[in-house]
């Protein structure tokens, strides 16, 4: 189901989306949304909304139960084609393309868009598809929050990447952040290849890049708090860094400690594949130094 986004999407009518929609709002007030909500919230009369919402449901976008009264819920699934929806009709998506992978806690698709029509990448988050207390024990930001729902946790895992990029693009060798809605972002390609998946020629020149742009977010404050070679892409031009969601400001409390974590993922890789050696705390001293002058 959630690999044919781009079908779900296309195969939804537009009162589809407005009950889609009504339903999403009235979660915050309602467990299950009754009908009378949505039929008020739309203004289709209940007869109407009540047969859109069996078609819905048969969909598999959304959910009903009739323990207590008739009321429904969104699934995950509805609400990936909600942002899809909102990117298309602001532009930043003119057409979805191809899957171009599956990651831990995120779907990501190709696409074009924009006036010029140019590739893009979209990347959903799915974080709250995972238990939430796994999410919670994993997203330190999301511990003050008693109640979580996959809604919530998803959206602001997005919102989080998209405010990191905004931040540190084009300061930082980052993909440039493009839009966001709900549990999505859409952001340009990535240039080349993941460090993790290729030889590289000049491993102490890359290393340098690397740290270069290590160096660059920190002046600007962020630390990624998920730096490995499965989260970098190189190329002939230097590197780029992403998958930001979990990155942390210097006012962390761990913030040295992080970014330390960061820096010993790089060296050992780089000391393990390359034999290239670098002095951790040399390393360390060199970012420190540049943070506090600031
Ligand atoms: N802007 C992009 N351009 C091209 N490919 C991308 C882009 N963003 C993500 N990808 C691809 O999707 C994969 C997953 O993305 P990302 O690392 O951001 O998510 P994740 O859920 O944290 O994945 P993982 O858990 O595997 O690290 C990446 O390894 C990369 O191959
Ligand atoms: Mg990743």
Same mark, same amino acid.
């Given at each position: 189901m959630l690999e044919n986004i781009p079908d779900t999407f296309l195969n939804t009518t537009s009162k589809e989306f407005r009950v889609l929609i009504a339903i999403e709002n009235n979660m915050k007030f309602y467990e299950w949304v009754p009908i009378d909500e949505i039929s008020g919230f739309t203004k289709y009369n209940i007869k109407e909304t009540g047969h859109i919402l069996f078609t819905l449901a048969k969909k598999k976008l959304i959910q009903r139960n009739i323990a207590a009264y008739e009321g429904y819920k969104i699934y995950f699934e509805a609400y990936y084609i909600l942002a899809l929806k909102a990117f298309v009709e602001r532009g930043s998506v003119n057409a979805i393309g191809d899957f171009v992978g599956v990651g831990k806690e995120s779907r990501v698709y190709s696409a074009v868009g924009g006036l010029t029509n140019r590739e893009v990448i979209i990347k959903f988050h799915t974080e709250g598809q995972m238990s939430f207390k796994k999410v919670r024990i994993k997203r330190e930001h999301l511990e003050d929050r008693k109640h979580l729902s996959w809604l919530y946790a998803s959206r602001l895992a997005a919102k989080r990447e998209y405010d990191a990029l905004k931040l540190l693009y084009p300061n930082v060798s980052v993909p440039e952040p493009i839009d966001h809605n709900r549990n999505a972002i859409v952001m340009s390609v990535l240039k080349g290849k993941a460090l993790a998946h290729t030889q590289v020629d000049e491993p102490e020149w890359y290393l340098d890049e690397i740290l270069a742009q290590v160096k660059k977010a920190a002046q600007i404050g962020l630390i990624h708090c998920d730096l490995s070679e499965f989260n970098i892409f190189v190329n002939p031009q230097g590197c780029e860094i992403f998958d930001w969601p979990q990155y942390v400001t210097f006012s962390h409390p761990n913030a040295e400690e992080l970014l330390h974590r960061d820096v010993d993922n790089i060296l050992t890789f780089f000391k393990k594949k390359y034999r #290239?050696?670098?002095? $951790?705390? =040399? #390393? +360390?001293?060199? $970012? +420190? =130094?540049?943070?506090q002058k600031k």
């Open positions: #290239v050696k670098r002095d $951790i705390t =040399e #390393v +360390m001293n060199s $970012i +420190m =130094e540049l943070c």
